[in-house]
Structure formats: structure tokens, C-alpha cells
């Protein structure tokens, strides 16, 4: 079976019946790099003269250097190619959203550790000054990957030089289940991105995407 990328655009995960990729039950849930990298790169360009007033200049340089990681075409084959059967790239509303979509369009449950989810220390900086919550904010460069190996999985792609690691897996129930230090909750359907927080990011969003 010939694995499909699936696209989280606006929200809503897109499958494709001809060629099926979706979660199973029993699939482990891998990220790749980190999340909210896109909305971090964005508000650092965006505001920049503003969080240079708060923060080392080698750190805004940094989060706005995050776009690099935008085109992730390289990551979805090699994930492929190292054994992943379903893969998402993640997107608009964040990865707690892209995890909820992804189960619901593929009819299973699933459970995850929050503080396993991969974020570079700039964007909890930037997310904290602003008041934004990076796990709902635009997620692009990182994918939500489904494989029956997850750990195996994570750790060939790190040899290739993309940090992945495995945050959880799918299940057959219909519950999508959330861990932080021992506290269990259900995650919520999908939100509005946190980008939308930051105003004078929209600009710089609607030029990246033309």
C-alpha cells in the first residue's frame, strides 16, 4: 500500500480513499522537529524591533530562522522511506488540533503525553510573551506520523538528521486522551490558531503563503 501525504489545511484532515492513510489501532504517534515553528517564525519577523527589546538578538534570529524548516518534502519521504503509514503535515490551529483531526478522520481513539511533544525554547519564550499557547499555534514543519514502530521509527530519522520522537499512540476507542504529569484530559475539538492573537503576524502570514 502506497502511503499519501495528508495535509492539515484550515483545520480539517483530507483522506484520500483510494490509497488510505489514516491511524490504526495499535499505531504509534511520532512528531518530527517541533512544533508551532511557522507562528514562531512569523511573530519574530513580524515583531521583531519589539521582542529585540526583551530578548537576545541571537534568539529572535533564531526563531525567525525557523522558516527554514517550512518545506518539509525531504522529512515525508524519508519518513516513508523508514516505514511511516500514515503521514500529516501539521499546520493551521497547531498539533493538539492536528491530533484531534487525524484521529477523527481515521474512526480511532488515541492517547499522548504532552510534555513529549517536541518545542524549541524560542517559542515558549516568544509563545510566554505574548500569551499564546504553542500547542495550538501554526505548526508547519513538523509532521504527525502513524507507524506500527514509532520508536524505531523516530530514532532512523534522527540518524538522518530529523529530530523525531514518539508522543503516543492510536487506539481502538473513540476517547482522544491527553497526559500532562499525570493528569488525564480530553483534548478539545480544534480551536482558532493562536497566531490570530498576534495581529500584525496575519500580514506577514498572508505574504508567506502567496
Do not use: H
Amino acid at each position: 500500500m502506497r502511503t499519501e501525504i495528508i495535509s492539515e489545511n484550515n483545520g480539517k484532515a483530507k483522506m484520500k480513499q483510494k490509497e488510505k492513510n489514516s491511524l490504526e489501532p495499535g499505531m504509534e504517534l511520532v512528531i518530527t522537529r517541533w512544533v508551532g515553528l511557522q507562528g514562531t517564525a512569523l511573530a519574530a519577523k513580524s515583531r521583531e524591533a519589539e521582542l529585540l527589546r526583551r530578548f537576545p538578538a541571537s534568539m529572535v534570529l533564531e526563531a525567525q530562522s525557523f522558516a527554514r524548516f517550512l518545506d518539509t518534502r525531504e522529512d515525508e519521504a524519508a519518513a516513508i522511506q523508514e516505514g511511516a503509514r500514515a503521514v500529516y503535515r501539521l499546520g493551521s490551529q497547531g498539533v493538539l488540533s492536528g491530533l484531534w483531526n487525524a484521529a477523527e478522520a481515521s474512526g480511532v481513539g488515541l492517547q499522548a503525553e504532552l510534555r513529549r511533544i517536541p518545542i524549541r525554547q524560542e517559542t515558549v519564550e516568544i509563545c510566554e510573551y505574548f500569551q499564546i499557547n504553542p500547542y495550538y499555534l501554526l505548526s508547519g514543519g513538523s509532521l504527525l506520523l502513524g507507524a506500527a514502530d514509532g520508536y524505531g521509527l523516530a530514532a532512523r530519522l534522527s540518524r538522518r538528521g530529523i529530530p523525531a520522537v514518539t508522543i503516543g499512540q492510536a487506539d481502538s476507542g473513540n476517547d482522544r486522551i491527553l497526559y500532562n504529569q499525570g493528569i488525564r484530559r480530553y483534548l478539545d475539538r480544534p480551536k482558532p490558531d493562536e497566531i490570530y492573537k498576534c495581529g500584525d503576524c496575519l500580514t506577514e502570514r498572508r505574504e508567506s503563503d502567496e
